[in-house]
Nanobody
């Protein structure tokens, strides 16, 4: 079992930055693929970024490539999402998730554990 708790969301103006954190507990997360997802009102949950902890291999959705960076601190069991050059269309609830198995990138059904989410609101 893995428990995930996100933090770091909030209101920000367009062009600004935020860093989301996801505290991981309950299991060694070095064997997991960790991901960040976002969900705007009325829309499906979408993948933003993934990282295979043990390999350090990362992947990003096209809309955030070059603006967002996923990283982790193994000593702190914490996953991060650095969000720069934020746009109003980035406004969403952001979720941290963990998957044991590989498969299709950003496939929601592949992820076994989810946090409660943290809201990011970008104003123009």
């Amino acid at each position: 079992q893995v428990q995930l708790v996100e933090s770091g969301g909030g209101p920000v103006q367009a062009g600004g930055s935020l860093r989301l954190s996801c505290a991981v507990s309950g299991d060694s997360y070095s064997r997991y693929c960790m991901g960040w997802f976002c969900q705007a009102p009325g829309k499906e949950r979408e993948g933003v970024a993934e990282i295979w902890i043990g390999l350090g291999r990362t992947s990003y959705a096209d809309p955030v490539t070059g603006r967002f960076t996923i990283s982790e601190d193994n000593a702190k069991n914490t996953l991060y999402l650095q969000m720069n050059s934020l746009k109003p269309e980035d406004t969403a609830m952001y979720y941290c998730a963990a998957a044991v198995r590989g498969g299709k990138r950003f496939a929601v059904e592949r992820f076994d554990y989810w946090g409660q989410g943290t809201q990011v609101t970008v104003s123009s």
